[in-house]
């Protein structure tokens, strides 16, 4: 769905897919060129999921469609099985990652492409071929070469690349406040790891870093040196700022006193004008919209939304203009920073 008057009209711009398909992946570099990823087929025999891209230069008016062939598409007894992520840092330069099943043989769970020529061809992007991570999850694409990747099934692993996807960096980020969660968690995997000490079991993985428990989302960056990235921790949420495009991080704000069942997820968030906005379910059951400026104190604003309602996903244009989406569907607008709220859903 497309609007040019901020929700006020809608239009359907579906592109033409494959009959059985349907939309896996969607991406829009800016207001005229996207793509939309169609998967269809069986995904439950090998070989029997395939892919179609298409993609638009004017808004959805009109669509290209091309298939994707996977490369090594067999590789260690995985197949894929679903899909699919999509970042592009330009009209030619993009990412595509893909799910697949577990085999004895490989622990790789998924697949990551790249493609030089806006999705007409594809090649393997990692140095290894197939991602060894829980999960290929959201991606941002900064250059050709840079880009962001949310990784494992609990967004507990954050990772970056600076040579186009061949290789990834971890990120870990501890929380500068610690609640008795935190430090219950220190103490098992300390425990874990006397327990296994000396033993047949010492060649076990343990969590390999203290924060193992954080919740990571994509950075966002004003310009090429400075962004933010937000990360949940039990009972916490800290915004992290950077000044030198990624390499080192600190803690610029936070947030205590999540509800219960927000410390296994990750709570939503969105910079704009240096405010930072979270959407989160507090102790009290209602939906509330925080705002936290810089050095400024915490404000919150009850969102128009049933109780108990998690707000799904966020955006903020400015200060004032900003978008939900609650996990009723409802597309919620405001223009006043979050004081008043105005159903938009298609």
């Known amino acids: 769905m497309w609007t040019s008057s901020g929700g006020t009209e809608w239009e359907d711009i579906t592109p033409p897919g494959p009959k059985d398909g349907w939309i896996s992946g969607i991406f829009f570099l800016d207001t005229n060129r996207g793509w939309v990823l169609f998967a269809h087929g069986e995904p439950d025999i090998p070989g029997g999921l395939q892919f179609d891209l298409a993609s638009t230069d004017n808004a959805g008016a009109s669509w290209s469609m091309r298939h ?3 490369p090594d598409r067999r590789y260690a007894g995985s197949d894929i099985l679903h ?3 999509l970042a592009f840092a330009d009209s030619v330069h993009g990412w595509l990652g893909l799910g697949a099943g577990l085999s004895a043989a490989s622990r ?11 999705g007409e061809t594809w090649k393997l992007a990692t140095a290894t071929g197939w991602d060894t991570h829980d999960e290929i999850g959201p991606m941002l694409m900064l250059t050709p070469k840079q880009g962001w990747m949310v990784s494992g099934g609990a967004n507990d692993e954050l990772l970056v690349t600076r040579d186009g996807g061949r290789t990834w960096q971890s990120i870990e980020l501890e929380s500068p406040v610690k609640t008795d969660l935190m430090r219950q968690y220190d103490r098992n995997l300390e425990q874990f790891e006397r327990s296994i000490a000396g033993t047949k079991l010492a060649s076990m993985q343990p969590p390999q870093h203290p924060s193992s428990y954080a919740a990571y989302r994509l950075p966002t960056f ?3 040196k400075h962004g933010y990235v937000c990360v949940t921790y039990p009972g916490v949420v800290v915004l992290f700022a950077t000044e030198d495009g990624g390499v080192t991080w600190k803690p610029d704000r936070v ?9 296994d997820t990750t709570v939503v968030s969105a910079v704009a004008d240096s405010t930072w906005f979270t959407g989160r379910v507090p102790k009290n059951g209602m939906p509330q919209l925080t705002k936290l400026g810089p050095g400024a104190s915490a404000t919150d604003t009850t969102m128009p939304a049933p109780e108990e309602s998690a707000v799904r996903r966020m955006s903020f244009a400015t200060v004032s203009q900003g978008w939900v989406v609650t996990n009723e569907s409802k597309l919620l607008a405001t223009n006043d920073g979050g004081a008043t709220w105005t159903d938009i859903t298609p």
């Open 68 to 70: 994707v062939t996977v």
């Open 83 to 85: 899909g699919g992520s």
């Open 108 to 118: 790789g769970t998924g697949v990551l492409l790249a493609t030089e020529d806006g």
């Open 222 to 224: 004003n310009d090429p």
């Open 255 to 263: 947030l205590t006193g999540l509800h219960d069942h927000e410390q």
